[in-house]
Protein backbone atom coordinates (compact mmCIF):
# COMPACT_ATOMS: atom_id res chain seq x y z
CA UNK A 1 0.00 0.00 0.00
CA UNK A 2 0.95 3.84 0.21
CA UNK A 3 2.24 5.49 3.51
CA UNK A 4 2.65 9.49 3.39
CA UNK A 5 3.35 11.62 6.07
CA UNK A 6 3.63 15.53 6.44
CA UNK A 7 3.66 17.64 9.13
CA UNK A 8 0.17 18.67 10.98
CA UNK A 9 0.87 22.34 11.28
CA UNK A 10 3.41 24.79 10.93
CA UNK A 11 3.43 28.56 11.35
CA UNK A 12 5.34 30.71 9.64
CA UNK A 13 5.98 34.96 9.40
CA UNK A 14 4.82 37.40 6.58
CA UNK A 15 7.96 37.78 4.33
CA UNK A 16 9.93 34.73 5.59
CA UNK A 17 10.61 31.56 4.08
CA UNK A 18 8.74 28.00 4.86
CA UNK A 19 9.70 24.34 3.93
CA UNK A 20 7.22 21.63 4.08
CA UNK A 21 8.75 18.41 4.11
CA UNK A 22 6.76 15.05 2.96
CA UNK A 23 7.62 11.59 2.46
CA UNK A 24 6.24 8.81 1.60
CA UNK A 25 6.16 4.72 0.72
CA UNK A 26 4.93 3.33 -2.22
CA UNK A 27 5.55 1.11 -5.74
CA UNK A 28 4.80 2.01 -9.02
CA UNK A 29 5.89 5.48 -8.29
CA UNK A 30 4.42 8.38 -10.76
CA UNK A 31 4.80 11.15 -9.70
CA UNK A 32 4.28 13.43 -6.69
CA UNK A 33 1.77 16.29 -6.45
CA UNK A 34 1.37 19.79 -4.02
CA UNK A 35 -2.02 20.95 -3.83
CA UNK A 36 -3.07 24.11 -2.06
CA UNK A 37 -6.22 24.16 -0.53
CA UNK A 38 -8.24 26.82 1.61
CA UNK A 39 -10.93 26.00 4.10
CA UNK A 40 -14.67 24.99 2.23
CA UNK A 41 -12.39 25.00 -1.72
CA UNK A 42 -11.48 22.53 -3.88
CA UNK A 43 -7.45 22.03 -3.87
CA UNK A 44 -5.27 23.68 -6.81
CA UNK A 45 -2.47 22.33 -8.41
CA UNK A 46 0.90 23.86 -7.28
CA UNK A 47 3.14 21.76 -8.40
CA UNK A 48 4.14 18.31 -10.09
CA UNK A 49 7.65 16.24 -9.76
CA UNK A 50 8.17 13.02 -11.15
CA UNK A 51 12.41 13.64 -11.87
CA UNK A 52 14.74 14.01 -8.72
CA UNK A 53 15.41 17.57 -8.40
CA UNK A 54 14.17 20.90 -7.59
CA UNK A 55 11.38 22.78 -9.91
CA UNK A 56 10.78 26.51 -9.15
CA UNK A 57 7.64 28.55 -9.97
CA UNK A 58 7.50 31.78 -8.63
CA UNK A 59 7.76 32.36 -4.68
CA UNK A 60 7.19 28.07 -5.05
CA UNK A 61 9.43 25.60 -5.25
CA UNK A 62 9.48 21.54 -5.25
CA UNK A 63 12.19 19.07 -4.80
CA UNK A 64 11.67 15.47 -4.91
CA UNK A 65 13.79 12.78 -4.14
CA UNK A 66 12.95 9.36 -5.36
CA UNK A 67 15.46 7.04 -3.73
CA UNK A 68 14.67 8.28 -0.29
CA UNK A 69 10.65 8.77 -0.57
CA UNK A 70 11.04 11.94 -0.04
CA UNK A 71 9.44 16.13 -1.53
CA UNK A 72 9.30 19.32 0.17
CA UNK A 73 7.77 22.52 -0.89
CA UNK A 74 9.12 25.73 0.10
CA UNK A 75 7.84 29.06 0.01
CA UNK A 76 9.43 32.07 -0.09
CA UNK A 77 8.09 35.49 0.50
CA UNK A 78 4.74 34.41 3.13
CA UNK A 79 1.53 36.09 2.48
CA UNK A 80 -0.90 36.31 4.43
CA UNK A 81 -2.67 34.66 1.82
CA UNK A 82 -0.53 31.65 2.24
CA UNK A 83 -2.52 30.81 5.62
CA UNK A 84 -4.34 27.22 3.99
CA UNK A 85 -3.74 23.13 3.66
CA UNK A 86 -0.86 22.16 1.65
CA UNK A 87 -1.37 18.23 0.57
CA UNK A 88 1.32 16.35 -0.59
CA UNK A 89 -0.11 13.53 -3.13
CA UNK A 90 1.64 10.17 -4.49
CA UNK A 91 0.42 8.77 -8.10
CA UNK A 92 1.42 5.44 -8.41
CA UNK A 93 0.71 2.54 -11.31
CA UNK A 94 0.09 0.02 -8.96
CA UNK A 95 -3.53 -1.59 -8.99
CA UNK A 96 -4.05 0.81 -11.47
CA UNK A 97 -3.30 4.85 -11.91
CA UNK A 98 -4.38 6.72 -8.88
CA UNK A 99 -3.46 9.53 -6.69
CA UNK A 100 -3.44 9.14 -2.59
CA UNK A 101 -3.30 12.17 -0.93
CA UNK A 102 -1.29 12.82 2.70
CA UNK A 103 -3.06 14.60 5.72
CA UNK A 104 -2.49 17.64 4.76
CA UNK A 105 -0.13 20.45 6.83
CA UNK A 106 -2.04 23.72 7.82
CA UNK A 107 -0.13 26.15 7.26
CA UNK A 108 -0.58 29.23 9.53
CA UNK A 109 1.07 32.76 8.43
CA UNK A 110 1.41 35.40 10.98
CA UNK A 111 2.15 39.46 10.74
CA UNK B 1 -5.75 25.76 -18.43
CA UNK B 2 -7.79 22.61 -18.01
CA UNK B 3 -11.20 23.21 -16.54
CA UNK B 4 -13.11 20.60 -14.69
CA UNK B 5 -16.31 21.73 -13.95
CA UNK B 6 -18.77 19.94 -10.96
CA UNK B 7 -22.25 20.54 -9.95
CA UNK B 8 -24.05 21.13 -8.29
CA UNK B 9 -21.93 23.02 -5.31
CA UNK B 10 -24.17 22.55 -2.85
CA UNK B 11 -26.99 20.33 -1.82
CA UNK B 12 -29.63 19.43 1.32
CA UNK B 13 -31.50 16.37 0.99
CA UNK B 14 -33.49 14.63 3.25
CA UNK B 15 -32.87 11.10 4.51
CA UNK B 16 -33.40 8.42 2.51
CA UNK B 17 -33.83 9.98 -0.87
CA UNK B 18 -30.42 9.59 -3.81
CA UNK B 19 -28.12 12.53 -5.16
CA UNK B 20 -26.24 12.71 -8.20
CA UNK B 21 -23.29 14.78 -8.77
CA UNK B 22 -21.86 15.35 -12.39
CA UNK B 23 -18.19 15.64 -13.22
CA UNK B 24 -17.28 17.16 -16.55
CA UNK B 25 -14.25 17.99 -18.44
CA UNK B 26 -14.86 21.39 -20.24
CA UNK B 27 -11.92 21.31 -22.42
CA UNK B 28 -10.11 18.23 -22.53
CA UNK B 29 -11.03 14.56 -22.49
CA UNK B 30 -10.72 12.26 -19.49
CA UNK B 31 -9.84 8.57 -19.77
CA UNK B 32 -10.11 8.25 -16.48
CA UNK B 33 -11.71 10.33 -13.39
CA UNK B 34 -11.42 10.33 -9.60
CA UNK B 35 -13.93 10.33 -7.05
CA UNK B 36 -13.01 11.93 -3.34
CA UNK B 37 -14.60 12.87 -0.14
CA UNK B 38 -13.04 14.91 2.60
CA UNK B 39 -14.58 15.34 5.85
CA UNK B 40 -13.84 18.68 8.04
CA UNK B 41 -10.00 19.15 8.63
CA UNK B 42 -9.31 15.97 6.89
CA UNK B 43 -7.45 15.19 3.69
CA UNK B 44 -9.16 14.02 0.64
CA UNK B 45 -9.90 10.06 0.47
CA UNK B 46 -9.80 8.52 -2.09
CA UNK B 47 -13.25 6.67 -3.06
CA UNK B 48 -13.37 5.37 -6.46
CA UNK B 49 -11.55 5.26 -10.01
CA UNK B 50 -13.89 6.11 -12.91
CA UNK B 51 -12.71 4.63 -16.13
CA UNK B 52 -14.77 5.67 -19.21
CA UNK B 53 -16.51 2.86 -20.88
CA UNK B 54 -15.86 0.33 -17.89
CA UNK B 55 -16.62 -0.33 -14.18
CA UNK B 56 -15.58 1.66 -11.83
CA UNK B 57 -13.07 1.00 -9.04
CA UNK B 58 -13.72 0.50 -5.36
CA UNK B 59 -11.08 1.57 -2.60
CA UNK B 60 -11.44 -0.89 0.13
CA UNK B 61 -14.50 0.36 2.33
CA UNK B 62 -16.57 2.06 -0.08
CA UNK B 63 -20.05 0.41 -0.98
CA UNK B 64 -20.43 0.38 -4.48
CA UNK B 65 -23.99 -0.43 -4.57
CA UNK B 66 -24.25 2.98 -2.35
CA UNK B 67 -22.24 5.47 -4.09
CA UNK B 68 -22.70 4.57 -8.15
CA UNK B 69 -20.01 5.71 -10.17
CA UNK B 70 -21.07 6.36 -14.18
CA UNK B 71 -18.24 7.13 -16.49
CA UNK B 72 -20.86 7.11 -19.60
CA UNK B 73 -18.32 9.79 -22.23
CA UNK B 74 -14.90 10.81 -22.08
CA UNK B 75 -16.05 14.23 -20.90
CA UNK B 76 -18.18 13.12 -17.70
CA UNK B 77 -18.52 11.06 -15.10
CA UNK B 78 -21.58 10.77 -12.32
CA UNK B 79 -21.52 9.93 -8.32
CA UNK B 80 -24.87 9.32 -7.13
CA UNK B 81 -25.11 8.43 -3.47
CA UNK B 82 -28.32 6.79 -2.94
CA UNK B 83 -30.13 6.31 0.08
CA UNK B 84 -28.37 9.46 1.91
CA UNK B 85 -28.32 9.64 5.46
CA UNK B 86 -26.73 12.02 7.60
CA UNK B 87 -23.20 10.48 8.00
CA UNK B 88 -23.31 10.74 4.34
CA UNK B 89 -22.61 14.50 4.34
CA UNK B 90 -19.79 15.56 3.47
CA UNK B 91 -17.70 17.43 0.74
CA UNK B 92 -17.15 15.49 -2.76
CA UNK B 93 -14.68 16.31 -5.10
CA UNK B 94 -13.77 14.95 -8.20
CA UNK B 95 -10.81 15.23 -10.61
CA UNK B 96 -9.64 14.09 -14.12
CA UNK B 97 -6.82 13.11 -15.85
CA UNK B 98 -6.25 14.02 -19.37
CA UNK B 99 -6.06 11.49 -21.81
CA UNK B 100 -2.98 13.04 -23.82
CA UNK B 101 -1.14 14.33 -20.40
CA UNK B 102 -1.19 11.61 -18.17
CA UNK B 103 0.96 12.88 -15.20
CA UNK B 104 -1.80 15.80 -14.52
CA UNK B 105 -4.71 16.11 -12.81
CA UNK B 106 -7.56 18.49 -12.42
CA UNK B 107 -9.73 19.19 -9.72
CA UNK B 108 -13.44 20.30 -9.53
CA UNK B 109 -14.54 22.73 -7.73
CA UNK B 110 -16.05 20.03 -4.74
CA UNK B 111 -20.04 19.86 -3.87
CA UNK B 112 -20.59 19.86 -0.72
CA UNK B 113 -23.68 17.09 0.54
CA UNK B 114 -25.80 17.96 3.68
CA UNK B 115 -28.27 15.67 4.51
CA UNK B 116 -30.74 16.32 6.65
Known amino acids: GQNIDQPTEMTATEGAIVQINCTYQTSGFNGLFWYQQHAGEAPTFLSYNVLDGLEEKGRFSSFLSRSKGYSYLLLKELQMKDSASYLC????????????FGAGTRLFVKA | GAVVSQHPSWVICKSGTSVKIECRSL??????MFWYRQFPKQSLMLMATSNEGSKATYEQGVEKDKFLINHASLTLSTLTVTSAHPEDSSFYIC????????????FGEGSRLTVL
Open chain 2, 27 to 32: DFQATT
Open chain 2, 95 to 106: SARPTTRAGELF
Open chain 1, 89 to 100: AVSSFTGGFKTI
